[in-house]
């Protein structure tokens, strides 16, 4: 889906600017049978809506297409994923990745929100496949690295924090540089943050930060051993991990669904490999 967001604007390497793009890659729950990997254009399953929404910020000289298998276990799980492009962040930005627009991705991803809700809210007879598909009081937002910054700031940081965001799940992110003013009053959205033991870009110290001054319910999954990026991409066993315990947070903290707290702590004991220090409140 392309959005464009008219009240702000991007500087291209010439000098000259456009209104800020917002190319956003979007997967949901479709009917027929189950394949491989995405398939296009497939008509919407509509009689199992309306999901909640997740929205997903990649991280920095990236694009969301490494974290294709991670987005699509939310999406089979019962969600609608939304994984904005960030204009001037992205592999393919023009004159190359900029890392000081950070500073304007939590407006991206809030308008992301906006945009995603009124396509759900299109009138009868729109041609727009997401009409009805979401669920406005249950959202999430998610991401890795720069991205985690992003959805981090969106959920809990007072200059930015989006009241519409029930959840969140920060995958080895941190506080953006130099911004802050983080708010976690009783009631503030759920969080889980992941954590690789051996991350040298955001190192433990950085998760912790945030983490420890979080009001529960807050989980927090280590992965001993492991990386930066692996275990959101193609890292196993590592991925098939965060893939469970991510989705069996969302199921709690957007589909209320309480089983879903033991599986999270079951799935993020794994000796060796992952641990889950919970406080559910």
């Known amino acids: 889906m392309r959005f464009v967001d008219t009240s702000r604007s991007i500087r291209l390497p010439d000098g000259s600017r456009e209104a800020r793009p917002l190319l956003t890659v979007v997967r949901y729950p479709a009917t027929g049978r189950a394949a491989g990997g995405d398939v296009r254009g497939r008509p919407p399953a509509l009689a199992g809506g309306p999901y909640p929404l997740v929205v997903f ?12 298998r991670l987005l699509r276990a939310w999406t089979r799980a019962g969600y609608v994923v939304a994984a904005p492009v960030f204009p001037l962040e992205n592999a393919g930005a023009p004159g190359g990745p900029d890392e000081t627009d950070l500073i304007n991705q939590p407006r991206d991803m809030s308008v992301v929100i906006s945009r995603m809700l009124a396509a759900n809210d299109a009138p009868a007879g729109a041609s727009e496949p997401l009409r009805g598909m979401i669920d ?18 969106v959920a809990y940081d007072r200059y930015f924090r989006d009241p519409r965001v029930g959840a969140a799940a920060i995958l080895s992110g941190a506080k953006i540089p130099a911004v802050g003013g983080f708010v976690f009053p009783a009631g503030s959205a759920p969080l889980l943050a992941t954590q690789g033991t ?4 955001n190192p433990p110290s950085f998760t912790h930060a945030f983490f420890d001054i979080a009001s529960p319910p807050k989980f927090l999954l280590t992965l001993p051993g492991a990386d930066h990026l692996p275990p959101y991409t193609d890292g196993q066993p590592q991925l098939g991990i965060v893939e469970r315990v991510t989705t069996a947070f969302l199921d709690r903290y957007l589909k209320g669904d309480r089983r879903a707290l033991r599986r999270m702590i079951a799935y993020g004991e794994v000796p060796g490999l992952a641990m889950l220090r919970a406080d559910p409140g």
């Open 198 to 201: 051996v991350d040298t870009v």
């Open 136 to 153: 406005a009081r249950r959202i999430a937002v998610t991401g890795q690295s720069d991205g985690g910054e992003t959805a981090l700031a």
């Open 57 to 68: 910020g990649h991280g920095y000289a990236v694009t969301p297409t490494p974290y294709a």
